[in-house]
């Protein structure tokens, strides 16, 4: 009985985008054809999952500029996001994949830079009933979380910049 | 400046073990020497992390017997838990890692097969300073969440069996 899920990895914790990658893992391990479309993370990056799926040979695309709220040119941010829409719309209905990663996907719904309710509803009439589907990111929307299978959400309990101790390549990035 | 973090993903949510495994994903991409410890899972289990770990010539170690707290040789459960704590005392003070998964480690703890008092004085004493670690697991011990650099509690908001759907491979193991 394989069922498509609709997950959601949500809350203002760390561990989100990380707990999709560790599915994306597990997915390839059974030889699962698995994409990720990247919505905030710029291209210029320099990012260990990144850098892993190139050793993987895991398609990996991204559509972020990186700056986003603080963006200069809210113009271009919102294009990428759409123009990051229409892609990942466009491998959703392709039937090459089995599992698709919209990494930070909920930020360009949560700032409206792309509608939620029918972002939503092209995903109940399009999404094939066997592909699972990850988003993540902070602030996911109601309508979203209502319709998913699966919903987890990340808390924050203790980070490590309490402790003025900066972040470390390979473990955070 | 490098610093090895003490990190505990605990909660009774998804994604515990899953973003552990996204974080041996990253650190893989960079380069970094990982190695990953089981305490629960049994070696029969065809889990689709253990698959990918193998494909990527990632160390990994199973000293579950997949039982616990079900286990009708309570004698052999607490073994196997202890030799897996032997085992990750070598590989943490080897020096041939720079990130250690000590999986489903908290369950021991909690179940009190080994003691979480004397094990975290002996991480304290004896894991080396660059060493990331983290350990995964329901329950984590209040002392180690104290001392650990990074906790976070991934919370069950919905699951697919609250609708009747049972695990997908690929996704969920």
Chains 1, 2 share one sequence.
Not at 25 to 41: E, N, P, T
Not at 44 to 59: C, P, S
Not at 99 to 125: M, S
Request: aromatic fraction near 10%; proline fraction near 3%; include cysteine.
């Amino acid at each position: 009985m394989k069922k498509g899920l609709l997950i959601v990895n949500t809350g203002d914790g760390k561990g989100k985008s990380t707990a999709a990658f560790g599915t994306l893992l597990r997915a390839w391990g059974r030889g699962m054809r698995v994409c990720v479309i990247q919505f905030i993370k710029a291209e210029t990056g320099q990012w260990g999952e990144v850098k892993a799926a190139k050793k993987l040979g895991i398609e990996w695309h991204i559509s972020g500029d990186g700056f986003t709220w603080l963006s200069k040119d809210m113009d271009e941010t919102t294009a990428r996001a759409r123009k990051g829409w229409e892609l990942a719309q466009e491998k959703i209905t392709s039937g090459n994949y089995d599992l698709i990663v919209l990494d930070e996907f909920t930020y360009p719904l949560h700032f409206g830079w792309i509608d939620p309710a029918q972002t939503l509803e092209w995903i109940k009439n399009s999404k094939p009933a066997d592909l699972h589907l990850i988003i993540t990111g902070r602030n996911a929307p109601p309508e979203w979380m209502e319709y998913a299978d699966l919903v987890s959400e990340m808390a924050e309990i203790k980070h490590p910049y309490q402790k003025g101790i900066q972040a470390q390549a390979g473990i955070e990035f």
